[in-house]
């Protein structure tokens, strides 16, 4: 099957490859010129493992293209894919332009029978209001078929997730075309799961949405952990053995960032006030996010005294998470900009990036940010710091303060090197 990507980003990046890969012709659209001519070199503007490779192999062997005309591939293809931003706006709602400049492309180009996907993360009731702008439009319903298929990929599992996924949804006004789409999947083995439009996008937000729960659940519990002494790694453990909880996304930390959960409860939380539906839980998962990062600030503060003149805190972790280039809604930066606006000085290392932040410091090298350093904070799991010379670390600081924010480490073995160690909701 000839497809058409629209949005090169890690969502059509992504998709774009492994449907290569698993056999279609695939031409991958942006209107970001740049971005399509360093793709055309083989160079892959963001980091996601696996990616290059799958890219480079299947521009080898003529599966995979990369074209600025969005337009013209829009027309030639049967199936459109459209995986283009759906940011926040505002006042929480999601930001449709991108979607809707899309719609208006498509409207100029269907002149033959289309499948349309829509693989962005989309409000309740998008499809219904693609259909009727396309008819507004001027396109005869008669000319396409409009499918929700919601993506469920994680930034730095991208490639993993997208072909081993737990599920695949498909929501489709009827069978025939959520058929289509089943088809273009044969060669993934997973559960699919058929449905009409509105549940397909109503799974997506609500999943997010459980998945963020689930974190400020565990940061909330984390808190009466540190009020009892207990820890919270074992807590979380014991939890998740129950198989009715399951032992996933029970990590505490700093908050999640990203790009999507802060965005995807924002919007469904938007959608619903919409329709006078008052979300409690969501609002209090946001506000236990909101704090998570005070809470550890204070701590800071606490142990190393009012002085702030000349107190250096070294970062490490930069990205929302590890694995990812990605920096959007990083709890790592908010915790950087916080620290900063207290007078602290900070020395930031992240593998991957280094953003500018007013007054951070940003190092090449993890042991170079630590030097002279009062305090070292890990912000990101990136498996390059739980893999450090501590004992080398420990030279280097002037004091022994270690906040495990991502409770990586191994608490016990950070005590034999000297330092004064703490982590989120352990003892
Ligand atoms: N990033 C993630 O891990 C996941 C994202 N999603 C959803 O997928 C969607 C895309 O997300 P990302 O890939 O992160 O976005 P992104 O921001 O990385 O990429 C979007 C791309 O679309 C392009 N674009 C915008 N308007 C266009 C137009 N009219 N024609 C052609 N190209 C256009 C932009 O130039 C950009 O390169 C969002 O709705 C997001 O919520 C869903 C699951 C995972
Ligand atoms: O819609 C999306 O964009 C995607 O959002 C998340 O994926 P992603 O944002 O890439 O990353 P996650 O692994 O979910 O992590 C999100 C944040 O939660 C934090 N987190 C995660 C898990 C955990 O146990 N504890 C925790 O604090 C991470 O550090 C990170 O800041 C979802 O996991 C994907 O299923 C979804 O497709």
Do not use: W
């Given at each position: 099957m000839n497809i058409c990507v629209v949005g090169a980003g890690y969502v059509g990046l992504t998709t774009a490859a492994v449907l290569a890969d698993i056999g279609h012709i695939v031409y991958c659209t942006?209107?970001?010129?740049?971005?399509?001519?360093?793709?055309?070199?083989?160079?892959?503007?963001?980091?996601?493992?696996?990616?290059?490779?799958?890219?480079?192999?299947?521009?080898?062997?003529?599966?995979?293209?990369?074209?600025?005309?969005?337009?013209?591939?829009?027309?030639?293809?049967?199936?459109?894919?459209?995986?283009?931003?759906?940011?926040?706006?505002?006042?929480?709602?999601?930001?449709?332009?991108?979607?809707?400049?899309?719609v208006q492309d498509l409207s100029l180009v269907i002149r033959s029978p289309k499948t349309i996907i829509i693989k962005s993360t989309v409000p309740p009731g998008t499809a219904d209001r693609i259909d009727a702008l396309l008819q507004e439009y001027g396109v005869s319903q008669a000319l396409y078929e409009l499918v929700s298929n919601p993506e469920f990929l994680r930034e730095g599992s991208a490639i993993e997730d997208t072909v081993h996924p737990d599920r695949i949804v498909i929501g489709a006004a009827n069978e025939e075309a959520a058929l289509i789409v089943k088809d273009l999947y044969q060669a993934i083995e997973t559960r699919f799961l058929l449905t009409q439009r509105i549940e397909a996008e109503l799974i997506k937000y609500a999943s997010n949405a459980f998945l963020a729960t689930k974190i400020s659940f565990i940061n909330e519990i984390s808190r009466i952990c540190e009020a009892y002494h207990a820890d919270i790694t074992e807590v979380a453990q014991g939890i998740g053995m129950d198989n009715r909880i399951g032992p996933k996304f029970l990590q505490a930390g700093l908050g999640y960032g990203g790009s999507c959960f802060p965005k995807d409860v924002n919007a469904l939380n938007y959608a619903a006030s919409t329709k006078q539906v008052k979300m409690e839980l969501l609002q209090a998962v946001k506000k236990i996010n909101r704090s998570q990062l005070g809470v550890y600030l204070n701590k800071l503060n606490h142990k190393l005294g009012e002085k702030r003149e000349n107190i250096r805190i070294a970062v490490w972790g930069a990205t929302f998470k590890e694995n990812t280039d990605d920096t959007r809604y990083s709890q790592a930066i908010a915790f950087m900009k916080l620290l900063t606006k207290q007078g602290y000085q900070v020395y930031a290392y992240d593998p991957l990036v280094s953003p500018p932040i007013p007054s951070v410091v940003w190092c090449s090298d993890k042991y170079e940010a630590v030097k002279e350093a009062d305090a070292l904070v890990i912000a990101t799991g990136w498996p390059e710091f739980m893999e450090a010379d501590f004992h080398r670390v420990k030279l280097l600081m002037k004091r022994n303060l270690l906040l495990d924010g991502r409770n990586c480490l191994d608490k016990k073995t950070m005590e034999a090197h000297g330092f004064e160690c703490f982590g989120v909701g352990r003892p």
């Open positions: 942006d209107r970001d010129t740049a971005r399509i001519s360093s793709l055309k070199e083989g160079i892959v503007p963001i980091y996601e493992p696996g990616l290059t490779e799958m890219i480079a192999k299947n521009q080898a062997e003529e599966r995979l293209f990369f074209a600025a005309n969005v337009k013209r591939h829009m027309m030639n293809c049967p199936v459109v894919v459209v995986a283009v931003g759906t940011p926040s706006a505002k006042n929480g709602s999601a930001d449709m332009k991108y979607i809707l400049s899309v």
